[in-house]
């Protein structure tokens, strides 16, 4: 599975940017896909997850309320809409894709696209 992460970009403080994961691969539909960020200077974490199947979503408190992410199937593709952004969220944000078990920990990730950059200006 190939992954390729894209939407990044400049947003003003308060504002809302969508990226998308868009993966390569049949086997997409069955695979938990997260997004990561990191920040400069600091250990890569986790934002969110959305398990294969029923779809089921998870968050870090740090943007529970402000960010949703879904999944198209058929697309291939997953996507994290961020809102209310904080200077805070200002990071490289990574999708990842393949984990079983600790669905919140980089290293139970067996697939990784590139990141892209959000910056949040205040």
């Known amino acids: 599975v190939q992954l390729q992460a894209s939407g990044g970009g400049l947003v003003q403080a308060g504002g809302s940017r969508r990226l998308s994961c868009s993966a390569s691969?049949?086997?997409?539909?069955?695979?938990?896909v997260a997004w990561f960020r990191q920040a400069p200077g600091k250990e890569r974490e986790f934002v969110s997850a959305?398990?294969?199947?029923?779809?089921?979503?998870y968050y870090d408190d740090s943007v529970k309320g402000r960010f949703t992410i879904s999944r198209d199937n058929a697309k291939n593709t997953v996507y994290l809409q961020m809102n209310s952004l904080k200077s805070d969220d200002t990071a490289v944000y990574y999708c990842a894709a393949g984990a079983v078990r600790g669905l919140s920990e980089a290293y139970s990730y067996v697939y990784w696209g590139q990141g892209t950059l959000v910056t949040v200006s205040s």
């Open positions: 959305i398990k294969y199947g029923v779809g089921t979503q």
């Open positions: 691969g049949r086997a997409f539909i069955s695979y938990t």
